[in-house]
């Protein structure tokens, strides 16, 4: 365990869900109010027994707690419904292996996020960004949240394979993560297989946009075979199938302790990497990169429409650190500090990574309760973050809680969009890149406006955030630099 975790200081408590039909209830609570239900849980007890169908589970709702689980990654491996749920789709990638083979993997897939790449991926970002930009038009009602996926999965599919996602692809990429993120979340927390294996609209929708987003990874992996080597995420997968290897990982920039494991399959050293492996690495990080960023993009337009103070401040940052409003590359984001703090602010109120699930190797104990071999365990970053004992007024958008002379103020324990430990996000740094970059360009340029209807509310899939958050553009003094119908050049300082 880790030396910088401590254990808790006051003894914890242990509680039950309430709930009138015990062995149903809870499954419904959170599959209908998941938010709400969330919020509920921290009165009953630090840790809260629930029923999930047939499964009793424990939500950690201490943040001290959930530190003390995530540090111990063999006690609590991956596993559970969710992760059962997404290993059927993702197979066994570094998201969803066992503890006893992710040394191995999180050192092979390290390389391509340490942060010496970031620059690099920053410049593709603000390509991106910037292009996105031109596309609108004053006067124009834009789907956010679909321009925030396209935005996210052009970047990602560069990073991952290059150039390989055309238009068309990408469209395809967009619509079949939609359909498969809606139908995850229900599959997670209604763990009865019979459900869905009923040929409803739903569930054929479902199943559709798995076979066709499978078939695309291996038809991009095919494609690369044949052409000349590159240095991408593919690339470096694809050399290390041909023998190269994957290095062995050290000073990759991960501060996570992957490295200090031991047991793990790492230990071995790096080993040929097979074609099913590429494949469920591919399908892994495209799930993860696309939709966790996107929401997050989503969401911080929505909170800064309906905080116009926090935007103001936005607006001044940008205008100051942007010439003529271009977007951002390595040197600026270090001084876009506001903007950091919106991105982190959004992602406190609004954690894209909400809700994951754990199961426990072995009977253990935690805050003092015996907990049995195999017990789902849950955590909830949304759930630690709107703890008012944690953060005052949780449910208002603050983004200068996160100002370096404020930020001490906050229990920073409870911080945990990216988890912590050594299954922490490995796309950390590259996520907070991609949200700073989109952000800082977008209101370079444009005002989101809400459009009524719309209320941006986040909608808990397998992801949280806005689903269909239809904004209204209006330009800001840089936007004469794109063609537009209708410029009617407004200033808002
Ligand atoms: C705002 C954006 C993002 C958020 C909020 C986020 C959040 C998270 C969280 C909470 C976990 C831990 C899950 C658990 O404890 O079970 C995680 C893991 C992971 N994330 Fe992210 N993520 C984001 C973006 C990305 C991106 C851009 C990538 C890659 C392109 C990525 C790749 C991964 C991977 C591969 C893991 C598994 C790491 C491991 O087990 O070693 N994520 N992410």
């Given at each position: 365990?880790?030396?910088?975790?401590?254990?808790?200081?006051?003894?914890?408590?242990?509680?039950?869900?309430?709930?009138?039909?015990?062995?149903?209830?809870?499954?419904?609570?959170?599959?209908?109010?998941?938010?709400?239900?969330?919020?509920?849980?921290?009165?009953?007890?630090?840790?809260?027994?629930?029923?999930?169908?047939?499964?009793?589970?424990?939500?950690?709702?201490?943040?001290?707690?959930?530190?003390?689980?995530?540090?111990?990654?063999?006690?609590?491996?991956?596993?559970?419904?969710?992760?059962?749920?997404?290993?059927?789709?993702?197979?066994?990638?570094?998201?969803?292996?066992?503890?006893?083979?992710?040394?191995?993997?999180?050192?092979?897939?390290?390389?391509?996020?340490?942060?010496?790449?970031?620059?690099?991926?920053?410049?593709?970002?603000?390509?991106?960004?910037?292009?996105?930009?031109?596309?609108?038009?004053?006067?124009?009602?834009?789907?956010?949240?679909?321009?925030?996926?396209?935005?996210?999965?052009?970047?990602?599919?560069?990073?991952?394979?290059?150039?390989?996602?055309?238009?068309?692809?990408?469209?395809?990429?967009?619509?079949?993560?939609?359909?498969?993120?809606?139908?995850?979340?229900?599959?997670?927390?209604?763990p009865v297989d019979a459900v869905f294996r009923i040929p409803t609209p739903a569930n054929r929708r479902?199943?559709?946009?798995?076979?066709?987003?499978?078939?695309?990874?291996?038809?991009?992996?095919?494609?690369?075979?044949?052409?000349?080597?590159?240095?991408?995420?593919?690339?470096?997968?694809?050399?290390?199938?041909?023998?190269?290897?994957?290095?062995?990982?050290?000073?990759?920039?991960?501060?996570?302790?992957?490295?200090?494991?031991?047991?793990?399959?790492?230990?071995?050293?790096?080993?040929?990497?097979?074609?099913?492996?590429?494949?469920?690495?591919?399908?892994?990080?495209?799930?993860?990169?696309?939709?966790?960023?996107?929401?997050?993009?989503?969401?911080?337009?929505?909170?800064?429409?309906?905080?116009?103070?926090?935007?103001?401040?936005?607006?001044?940052?940008?205008?100051?650190?942007?010439?003529?409003?271009?977007?951002?590359?390595?040197?600026?984001?270090?001084?876009?500090?506001?903007?950091?703090?919106?991105?982190?602010?959004?992602?406190?109120?609004?954690?894209?990574?909400?809700?994951?699930?754990?199961?426990?190797?072995?009977?253990?104990?935690?805050?003092?309760?015996?907990?049995?071999?195999?017990?789902?365990?849950?955590?909830?970053?949304?759930?630690?973050?709107?703890?008012?004992?944690?953060?005052?007024?949780?449910?208002?958008?603050?983004?200068?809680?996160?100002?370096?002379?404020?930020?001490?103020?906050?229990?920073?324990?409870?911080?945990?969009?990216?988890?912590?430990?050594?299954?922490?996000?490995?796309?950390?740094?590259?996520?907070?890149?991609?949200?700073?970059?989109?952000?800082?360009?977008?209101?370079?340029?444009?005002?989101?406006?809400?459009?009524?209807?719309?209320?941006?509310?986040?909608?808990?899939?397998?992801?949280?955030?806005?689903?269909?958050?239809?904004?209204?553009?209006?330009?800001?003094?840089?936007?004469?630099?794109?063609?537009?119908?209708?410029?009617?050049?407004?200033?808002?300082?």
């Open positions: 365990m880790s030396g910088a975790v401590t254990e808790p200081t006051r003894v914890s408590t242990v509680g039950t869900a309430p709930g009138i039909f015990p062995f149903v209830s809870h499954a419904i609570a959170l599959f209908r109010r998941p938010l709400d239900f969330l919020n509920s849980l921290p009165a009953q007890g630090d840790l809260v027994e629930l029923r999930l169908g047939p499964q009793r589970a424990w939500m950690i709702c201490d943040p001290q707690l959930v530190h003390l689980m995530l540090m111990d990654p063999h006690t609590f491996d991956k596993g559970g419904t969710q992760y059962d749920r997404l290993g059927a789709l993702m197979g066994n990638g570094i998201v969803t292996c066992p503890q006893s083979e992710h040394r191995r993997q999180r050192t092979l897939l390290q390389p391509g996020f340490h942060p010496s790449r970031i620059p690099a991926y920053t410049e593709l970002m603000a390509e991106e960004a910037e292009a996105l930009c031109r596309e609108w038009r004053a006067g124009e009602k834009v789907d956010v949240t679909r321009a925030m996926m396209a935005l996210t999965t052009r970047v990602t599919s560069r990073v991952l394979f290059s150039g390989s996602l055309d238009a068309e692809r990408a469209a395809v990429v967009r619509e079949c993560l939609a359909a498969v993120v809606r139908g995850l979340f229900a599959r997670t927390v209604v479902y199943q559709e946009a798995l076979r066709r987003l499978h078939a695309l990874i291996d038809t991009i992996i095919a494609e690369r075979r044949e052409a000349p080597p590159r240095e991408d995420l593919l690339g470096t997968l694809l050399a290390a199938h041909d023998g190269g290897g994957a290095g062995n990982g050290a000073g990759n920039g991960d501060e996570t302790g992957v490295g200090v494991r031991d047991g793990d399959a790492a230990a071995e050293g790096p080993r040929r990497v097979s074609d099913r492996e590429i494949h469920d690495q591919l399908i892994t990080l495209l799930l993860t990169g696309v939709e966790t960023t996107a929401m997050c993009l989503a969401s911080a337009f929505s909170l800064l429409a309906v905080n116009p103070e926090a935007e103001r401040a936005l607006h001044r940052e940008v205008d100051a650190v942007l010439r003529d409003g271009q977007a951002p590359g390595q040197e600026e984001l270090a001084r876009l500090e506001y903007t950091r703090c919106v991105v982190t602010e959004t992602l406190r109120v609004c954690p894209p990574g909400w809700l994951f699930t754990r199961i426990t190797t072995r009977e253990t104990e935690l805050g003092g309760h015996r907990l049995p071999r195999g017990a789902m365990i849950l955590y909830s970053p949304y759930l630690l973050h709107h703890d008012p004992a944690s953060f005052p007024e949780p449910e208002r958008f603050l983004p200068e809680r996160w100002l370096p002379e404020r930020e001490t103020a906050v229990r920073k324990g409870a911080m945990l969009p990216f988890a912590a430990g050594n299954r922490k996000c490995i796309g950390d740094r590259f996520a907070m890149a991609e949200a700073m970059v989109g952000v800082a360009t977008v209101a370079a340029h444009w005002r989101l406006r809400p459009v009524s209807g719309h209320d941006g509310q986040p909608r808990p899939a397998v992801t949280l955030g806005p689903r269909a958050l239809v904004m209204l553009c209006e330009p800001r003094q840089h936007s004469r630099h794109y063609r537009m119908a209708g410029d009617n050049g407004v200033d808002d300082v």
